[in-house]
C-alpha cells in the first residue's frame, strides 16, 4: 500500500540515489557499506514501488530510464536540502557548547579535578573540552584555549594564568624504601624518568629534561641513571605511581596529587620557569560573552595559588 503523501520507502530511495549519482551498484555498495545484492534490491523495491524501471542493466554500468532521471534530480535535491538543514541544526545545538583547547595532561591532571567545583559554580557553562599536544592554529579558529606561551593574534585576546615550577615527585613509599633520593647526589644512583624528545617538538621552549634540571643545580648529570623516557606527561605520572623511579613534574600537574599525599617531593630544589608562562587565548570578538567571561574568571580564580606561590617565591628571592 503506497504512503497517502506518494513517499516510497526512503531508504530506498536513499540506496537510488546514490547507485545513480555514482552509476555503479558497486560503488553505491562500497559508499553504503553494504553488499552489491542488497543495493540491487533496494533499487528492485523502488521499481515495485513506481512499477517502472529506473535502471537499464549492463555488464558493467547502470544508466538512468528517463523516468530514473525526473526522479534522481527531485531525490539528490531533496537528500541536498535535508544535509544542509541537517548541518545547520547541528551547529545550532553546539553553540551551546563552549569548546576550550588544552594540552591532554592539562586537561586530564589540572582541570579533570576540578570540572566538580567548575559545574557547581557555573552550571550554566557547557564545557567541550578537546585537548592534544601542542598549541591550536589560529587558522582553525578556536574559540578558547589554554596555551603554553603565547603567539599574539589580531583576532583574539590572552590572560596569564601562571607560570611552570619544575621539581622531582615520588610516591611515599618510594621515598620510604629508598631515603637517598632526599639528596640531589642521592637522586643520582636512581631510576630517573624523563620525557622524550618527541614530547617537546611541539612545545616553543627548550626541553627540561634530567641533564637540564640537575644543571639548575650545579649537579653534573653524566652520572644520572636515566631509566625511561615517555612521550606524554601522564605516562610518566602513571610510571611514577607504579615506583619505576623518581619523575620531574610540574607544579600545575601534580599539586592536586601532592595535596592528597599520594606524591611527595623528595627534595625541596625546585626550578621556577618565570618566562615559561601559561594563558587564557580566545577570541577578541567572543571576549565579553558570558560563558567566555565566566570561564576565564574561574581559570584565574583557579590559578590564583600558582601565582601566589610565584609572588612568594620572588619576595624570598628580595
Not at 82 to 104: V, W
Not at 243 to 255: D, F, K, N, S, T
Request: glycine fraction near 4%.
Amino acid at each position: 500500500m503506497k504512503s497517502p503523501r506518494h513517499l516510497p520507502p526512503l531508504n530506498a530511495l536513499k540506496t537510488f540515489e546514490a547507485a545513480a549519482r555514482q552509476g555503479s551498484f558497486k560503488r553505491a555498495a562500497e559508499e553504503l557499506c553494504v553488499t552489491q545484492a542488497a543495493v540491487s534490491r533496494q533499487i528492485q523495491v523502488l521499481e515495485a514501488f513506481y512499477e517502472l524501471r529506473l535502471f537499464l542493466r549492463g555488464n558493467r554500468r547502470v544508466e538512468l530510464t528517463s523516468e530514473g532521471h525526473t526522479l534522481y534530480l527531485a531525490a539528490s535535491s531533496a537528500l541536498q536540502h535535508i544535509a544542509s538543514t541537517s548541518r545547520d541544526l547541528l551547529r545550532s545545538s553546539e553553540q551551546d557548547y563552549l569548546p576550550l583547547t588544552t594540552t591532554s595532561a592539562f586537561a586530564q591532571l589540572w582541570l579533570m579535578p576540578r570540572l566538580r567545583r567548575l559545574r557547581l559554580a557555573h552550571p550554566e557553562i557547557q564545557l567541550h573540552l578537546v585537548s592534544g599536544e601542542g598549541n591550536p592554529d589560529y587558522r582553525e579558529g578556536f574559540r578558547a584555549a589554554v596555551t603554553l606561551g603565547l603567539e599574539e593574534h589580531p583576532q583574539y585576546v590572552a590572560q596569564y594564568l601562571f607560570s611552570e615550577e619544575v621539581f622531582p615527585v615520588c610516591t611515599p613509599r618510594f621515598l620510604e624504601q629508598h631515603p637517598q633520593v632526599a639528596d640531589l647526589q642521592g637522586l643520582l644512583s636512581m631510576p630517573l624518568l624523563n620525557l622524550s624528545a618527541s614530547h617537546w617538538k611541539a612545545r616553543l621552549w627548550a626541553p627540561v629534561d634530567w641533564a637540564f634540571w640537575l644543571k639548575q643545580f650545579d649537579v653534573d648529570p653524566s652520572a644520572a641513571r636515566e631509566a625511561m623516557s615517555f612521550s606524554h606527561f601522564s605516562m610518566l605520572i602513571d610510571a611514577v605511581h607504579q615506583e619505576e623511579g623518581v619523575g620531574l613534574a610540574w607544579r600545575h600537574l601534580v599539586q592536586h596529587q601532592l595535596d592528597s599525599g599520594v606524591l611527595v617531593r623528595p627534595v625541596p630544589e625546585s626550578w621556577r620557569a618565570d618566562d615559561r608562562k601559561h594563558y587564557f587565548v580566545c577570541r577578541r570578538d567572543l571576549a565579553r560573552t558570558g560563558q567566555l567571561q565566566l570561564l576565564r574568571d574561574w581559570l584565574l580564580e583557579e590559578t590564583k595559588p600558582l601565582r601566589a606561590a610565584i609572588d612568594a617565591a620572588d619576595g624570598r628571592a628580595g
